[in-house]
């Protein structure tokens, strides 16, 4: 069972687009956990990209290395999208609640 502010190792083959991201890679869970612990079968998620890109905001947010994920990464908040519960593969970390608050700012930037 995942959790809002996880990091997961996540299959997101097949893309439909090209400029959709794909392969097996890291994925914030941004999803609510009233959701997450329910019986619904997709998940709100957030890539992440180890190809990173300084002062990129309010499109991206760096996040370090941390527990499991082993390398700086990016958060790609012009990506979120949902996928199905059984592309997740492995939990890595977990953000912070000030992660997390910043992460939902960005968001609103964007799309609001």
Same mark, same amino acid.
């Given at each position: =069972? ?11 083959? @097949? ?12 994925? %914030?869970? !941004? ?9 619904? @079968?997709?998940? &709100? &998620?957030? @890539?992440? +990209?180890?190809? %990173?890109? $300084?002062? +990129?905001? @309010?499109?991206? !947010? ?6 499991? *994920? %082993?390398? $700086?990464? $990016?958060?790609?908040?012009?990506? &979120?999208?949902?996928?199905?519960? $059984?592309?997740? &593969?492995?939990?890595? +970390? ?5 992660? =997390?608050?910043?992460?939902?700012? *960005? ?6």
């Amino acid at each position: =069972m995942v959790c809002r502010g996880e990091i997961w190792l996540s299959n997101l083959n @097949p893309i439909k687009k090209n400029n959709e991201m794909g392969k097996v890679r890291t994925v %914030l869970v !941004f999803q609510n956990d009233e959701l997450n612990h329910s019986e619904y @079968p997709t998940t &709100i &998620i957030v @890539p992440l +990209a180890t190809s %990173l890109i $300084d002062e +990129a905001e @309010p499109i991206r !947010f760096r996040i370090q290395r941390r527990e499991k *994920l %082993l390398e $700086d990464s $990016d958060v790609v908040i012009t990506q &979120i999208r949902s996928i199905d519960n $059984d592309r997740f &593969i492995e939990k890595l +970390a977990s953000l912070t609640s000030e992660e =997390m608050k910043k992460i939902k700012e *960005l968001l609103d930037e964007v799309i609001l």
